[in-house]
């Protein structure tokens, strides 16, 4: 069965905190994506990544970063958390297209982040 | 640029009733991708289904069926005889033909009651 696994279900930082969250695909899939998900703002791009070592800014990059070291490991770092970085996480890969596999994405369970 | 519209926040219906969750996007692609994810309460989004902009017939798969029209810029989803387990929020996606980028809706809260 394809998985995406983030690490972590659930946290609790307090502000100035570096954090990370893992997120590990077992499809090898190229692409793969950080969402950020708040009520009523539906899914925000934070970054997305490509390739090994490649990585693009999403909608709202700002108070992140994030390191592709390995095809199937993608992680997203808090530099230093901030209350209002509270929310839920979500991970995502998929195949790049053009093709028949074209944009389906592979979600995780999602980490939800709680900044105190 | 693209823009992906759900303006239904919440819904609750009595089960076994039909519910129509509307989809509004705007994109200036002429290829590009439409979909539809369901997150149940356990929080993993769930694909449901995909459709390219040059494939305009309608689906049906079970009681869910999807009606996408590029006239109105619109892929609506139905759910017939809803159930309980539909109780979750459902999001409308669209995607540039690269696959690089998605946007997402802000979701429908969907919930049946028993």
């Known amino acids: 069965d394809v998985k995406v696994t983030q690490s972590s279900r659930y946290l609790v930082k307090r502000t100035g905190e570096k954090v990370f969250l893992e997120c590990v695909q077992d499809?090898?899939?190229?692409?793969m994506f950080w969402y950020r998900q708040d009520p009523g703002l539906g899914l925000r791009l934070i970054y997305f990544s490509y390739d090994v070592k490649m990585k693009e800014k999403g909608d709202i990059p700002e108070g992140y970063s994030v390191s592709r070291e390995k095809k199937e490991r993608f992680s997203l770092i808090l530099e230093s958390a901030s209350t209002n970085q509270t929310s839920m996480y979500l991970c995502?890969?998929?195949?790049?297209?053009?093709?028949?596999?074209?944009?389906?994405?592979?979600f995780g369970e999602g980490s939800r982040l709680t900044v105190l | 640029a693209q823009k992906v519209t759900q303006a239904q926040t919440e819904i609750s219906v009595v089960e076994k009733e039909d519910v129509t969750l509307d989809c509004v996007y705007e994109?200036?692609?002429?290829?590009?991708?439409l979909f539809w994810y369901k997150q149940p309460p356990s929080g993993e989004l769930v694909f449901l289904i995909r459709?390219?902009?040059?494939?305009?017939q309608n689906e049906i798969s079970g009681r869910y069926s999807w009606n996408f029209q590029k006239s109105t810029s619109s892929f609506n989803f139905t759910i017939t005889a809803s159930q309980v387990v539909d109780s979750a929020v459902y999001f409308c996606?669209?995607?540039?033909?690269?696959?690089?980028?998605?946007?997402f809706g802000t979701g429908t809260s969907l919930t049946v009651i028993p």
């Open positions: 994109t200036r692609d002429t290829t590009y991708y």
């Open positions: 459709r390219n902009s040059f494939d305009e």
């Open positions: 996606a669209l995607s540039e033909p690269t696959g690089n980028q998605f946007y």
């Open positions: 499809m090898d899939h190229e692409n």
């Open positions: 995502a890969s998929s195949l790049p297209s053009p093709g028949a596999n074209t944009g389906e994405l592979f």
